[in-house]
C-alpha cells in the first residue's frame, strides 16, 4: 500500500514537472524565437542640400516642414552680382569678337598683297587671328559659366520631400558647397526593425510584416525588402592596411547582436503618420514555402 | 501580437507585465490548491505552484495575442 502510494506520488510529480517544461517551452518559443521586435525604426534618406554658388541670401521661398516638389526653388542666392558677372563675361565676348573681326581684316588684306609684305608679316597676322579665335572660344564658355553660375543661384529640390529644421532667413550668407537645408525623401520612407540575430534566421526577404507605430492601434503592413549585409564588427579595430586589432577581453556574458531589416511599407492606415525617428515594433509573419532552418536544439 | 504594454506613459514589455499578473494570481490560487483533495499525493508542492506560475503566464499571454485588442494597450 505503502509503495502503490509512492508511486503515484512519483508519477505525479513527473506529471507536474513535465506541465512545466511544456509551459517553458512555450514561452520561449514565444518570446525568444519568434521574429519579433519592439526595437524598430521608421527611416527615411536624408538629402543634404547645399547651395552651388556663394553668396547672399536673398530670398527664402520655403518654410519649415514644407512640403517640396523635385525642382522647385527653395533659396535664392544673390543674383544681382550674378547677373553683373553675366553682364561681365557678355562684355568680354563682345570685345573678343571685336578685336577678332578686326584682327581678321588685316589678315585678309595681308594675304591680298602677298607682293608688298614680308612672309613674316602674313604669318604674324595669321597666327593672332588663330589666337583670337580660341580666346573667343574662352570667353564663349566664361559666358556660360557665368550663365550658369546665374541659374544656380536659384537653389532647388532634387527629389520630391518634406523640408526639415529649417532656419535659414535672408541675408545668411552661404558657401558654396556647405549643407543648408535638410529635405526628408519622402519615398525612402521605410521602417527598420533591429533584430537580434537569434531571430534572422526565421526572416526571410519576401516575409510579410506587420508594424506596429508606438501609440497607434492600426496595424500597417508591409514586407521585409532586404536584410543589411553586415555590420560593424565591435570586437575589432584597425583598418584597412593595417593589423587586426582585437579586443583581449571576452566576456562571459554576451548579448545579440542585431541586424537591421528594412521593411517596405504596403499598407498605410488613412491617417497613419510616418515620422522618421517613430518607434515601431516589427512583427514578421511566416510565408508558406519559407525552408525551415536548423536551430540549434531545443528549439 | 502584443509585446509593449503601454502604462501610464511607460512602455513595457507585456512579457513582465505577463509575468507578474501570473505570480500574483498563481500566489492566489495557492490557497485554494491546498484544499484539493488528495494535496499530500504531491511530492513537492512547490512543483504544482511552478506548474502553475508557467500555465497562467502562457495562458495570459496566448489570451492577450490572440483577443486583446492593440487599442487598449498601445
Same mark, same amino acid.
Not at chain 1, 56 to 64: F, K, Q
Given at each position: 500500500m505503502i509503495r502503490r502510494h509512492e508511486i503515484l506520488r512519483t508519477c505525479i510529480t513527473?506529471?507536474?514537472?513535465?506541465?512545466?517544461?511544456?509551459a517553458i517551452y512555450a514561452l520561449w518559443l514565444r518570446y525568444q524565437v519568434e521574429p519579433l521586435t519592439r526595437d524598430g525604426k521608421v527611416r527615411a534618406d536624408?538629402?543634404?542640400?547645399?547651395?552651388?554658388?556663394?553668396?547672399?541670401?536673398?530670398?527664402?521661398?520655403?518654410?519649415?516642414?514644407?512640403?517640396?516638389?523635385?525642382?522647385?526653388?527653395?533659396?535664392?542666392i544673390d543674383r544681382p552680382r550674378y547677373r553683373l558677372a553675366l553682364d561681365q563675361a557678355e562684355a568680354n565676348l563682345a570685345t573678343q569678337r571685336v578685336v577678332l573681326a578686326q584682327a581678321m581684316r588685316e589678315d585678309r588684306r595681308n594675304?591680298?598683297?602677298?607682293?608688298?609684305?614680308?612672309?613674316?608679316?602674313?604669318?604674324?597676322?595669321?597666327?593672332?587671328?588663330?589666337?583670337?579665335?580660341?580666346?573667343?572660344?574662352?570667353?564663349?564658355?566664361?559666358?556660360?559659366?557665368?550663365?550658369?553660375?546665374?541659374?544656380r543661384t536659384y537653389v532647388r529640390a532634387p527629389v520630391d520631400g518634406t523640408v526639415s529644421n529649417m532656419t535659414l532667413q535672408p541675408g545668411i550668407y552661404l558657401n558654396a558647397g556647405?549643407?543648408?537645408?535638410?529635405?526628408v525623401y519622402d519615398h525612402s520612407l521605410r521602417v527598420e526593425g533591429y533584430f537580434?540575430?537569434?531571430?534572422?534566421?526565421?526572416?526571410?526577404?519576401?516575409?510579410?510584416?506587420?508594424?506596429?507605430?508606438?501609440?497607434?492601434?492600426?496595424?500597417?503592413?508591409?514586407?521585409?525588402?532586404?536584410?543589411?549585409?553586415?555590420?560593424?564588427?565591435?570586437?575589432?579595430?584597425?583598418?584597412?592596411?593595417?593589423?587586426?586589432?582585437?579586443?583581449?577581453?571576452?566576456?562571459?556574458?554576451?548579448?545579440?547582436?542585431?541586424?537591421?531589416?528594412?521593411?517596405?511599407?504596403?499598407?498605410?492606415?488613412?491617417?497613419?503618420?510616418?515620422?522618421?525617428?517613430?518607434?515601431?515594433?516589427?512583427?514578421?509573419?511566416?510565408?508558406?514555402?519559407?525552408k525551415p532552418v536548423h536551430r540549434s536544439l531545443p528549439w | 501580437m502584443i509585446e509593449e504594454l503601454h502604462l501610464f506613459g511607460i512602455y513595457m514589455p507585456a512579457a513582465l507585465v505577463w509575468a507578474s499578473?501570473?505570480?500574483l494570481l498563481a500566489y492566489w490560487l495557492r490557497n485554494l490548491l491546498q484544499h484539493i483533495p488528495h494535496y499530500e499525493l504531491l511530492w513537492h508542492p512547490g512543483v504544482l505552484e511552478l506548474a502553475l506560475f508557467a @500555465?497562467?503566464?502562457?495562458? &495570459?499571454?496566448? @489570451?492577450?495575442?490572440?483577443? &486583446?485588442?492593440?487599442a487598449w494597450v498601445s
Open positions: 513527473a506529471v507536474v514537472i513535465g506541465i512545466v517544461l511544456a536624408l538629402v543634404p542640400i547645399a547651395a552651388d554658388v556663394s553668396g547672399l541670401i536673398t530670398e527664402v521661398r520655403i518654410h519649415d516642414d514644407e512640403v517640396v516638389r523635385k525642382g522647385q526653388i527653395l533659396l535664392v594675304q591680298a598683297m602677298p607682293e608688298l609684305l614680308a612672309a613674316e608679316v602674313i604669318e604674324q597676322g595669321h597666327a593672332r587671328v588663330e589666337s583670337l579665335r580660341t580666346a573667343l572660344g574662352q570667353a564663349v564658355a566664361a559666358r556660360d559659366l557665368a550663365r550658369l553660375n546665374l541659374e556647405k549643407p543648408a537645408v535638410a529635405l537580434e540575430e537569434t531571430k534572422l534566421p526565421a526572416v526571410h526577404v519576401g516575409d510579410p510584416a506587420s508594424v506596429y507605430l508606438m501609440g497607434v492601434a492600426d496595424e500597417i503592413r508591409g514586407h521585409v525588402e532586404s536584410i543589411a549585409a553586415g555590420v560593424e564588427d565591435r570586437e575589432r579595430g584597425g583598418g584597412d592596411a593595417q593589423l587586426a586589432n582585437v579586443n583581449p577581453s571576452f566576456t562571459w556574458v554576451r548579448l545579440a547582436q542585431r541586424i537591421p531589416v528594412r521593411i517596405a511599407i504596403d499598407y498605410l492606415p488613412p491617417n497613419a503618420r510616418l515620422i522618421p525617428g517613430q518607434t515601431a515594433t516589427v512583427v514578421i509573419h511566416d510565408r508558406p514555402g519559407n | 499578473i501570473a505570480g @500555465l497562467l503566464w502562457w495562458g &495570459l499571454t496566448l @489570451l492577450a495575442d490572440n483577443f &486583446l485588442p492593440r
